[in-house]
Structures are given as structure tokens and as C-alpha cells.
């Protein structure tokens, strides 16, 4: 064998090392992509769901805390009118004389 056949020989493997790395690191990123894109299952999406109320579960707390207050609040307020409502209506009739 000659050199020079023997450096061109070289090149080549080179070259096709270089090539099958890149075929390779392609494939990779391609098959990456498809696993990020697929469709996720029913049960992939309520166990992610479940993750994200679990994680937010102080949060849905202290709104629920809030809003429990608030209803507390209108409901005590509208007793007060009608019980307010219920003494003028008394006093009104005993006016006209019923």
C-alpha cells in the first residue's frame, strides 16, 4: 500500500465517522421533539393536573377562607334588613291599626 492511498483511506473514515455523528445527533433532536409533542394520555393529564392543584393548595386555601368570610358577612347583613324590615312592617300595621 501507498501513502497516499493509505492518508486517502484515512479522510474517508474521517469523514464517515463525522457524518454517522451527525446522522446520529440528528436523530437525537428529532426523536426529542416527537416525545415533547406527542399527545399526552388521559391519565398523564390528571396526574399533571393533580400536581398543579397540589401545588397551589395554599392558594385555593386562603380564597376559600376568603370567600367563606365574605359569605359569612352578606349573610349576616341580610338578616339584619330583614329583621329590620320585619320591625317596620310590625310598626307600620300597628299605624293603620291592624
Known amino acids: 500500500m501507498d501513502p497516499e492511498n493509505s492518508n486517502y483511506g484515512n479522510a474517508w473514515e474521517m469523514n464517515a ?22 399527545k399526552k394520555t388521559r391519565w398523564e393529564q390528571a396526574q399533571e393536573f393533580t400536581s398543579r392543584v397540589r401545588e397551589r393548595t395554599p392558594d385555593f386555601a386562603d380564597a376559600t377562607r376568603d ?3 365574605r359569605v359569612k358577612t352578606i349573610y349576616d347583613e341580610g338578616l339584619k334588613v330583614v ?7 310590625s310598626h307600620g300595621r300597628k299605624l293603620v291599626g291592624y
Open 83 to 89: 329583621e329590620d324590615a320585619g320591625e317596620l312592617w
Open 67 to 69: 370567600i367563606c368570610e
Open 17 to 38: 465517522t463525522k457524518l454517522w455523528l451527525g446522522v446520529a445527533i440528528g436523530v437525537a433532536v428529532g426523536v426529542g421533539i416527537a416525545l415533547s409533542r406527542r
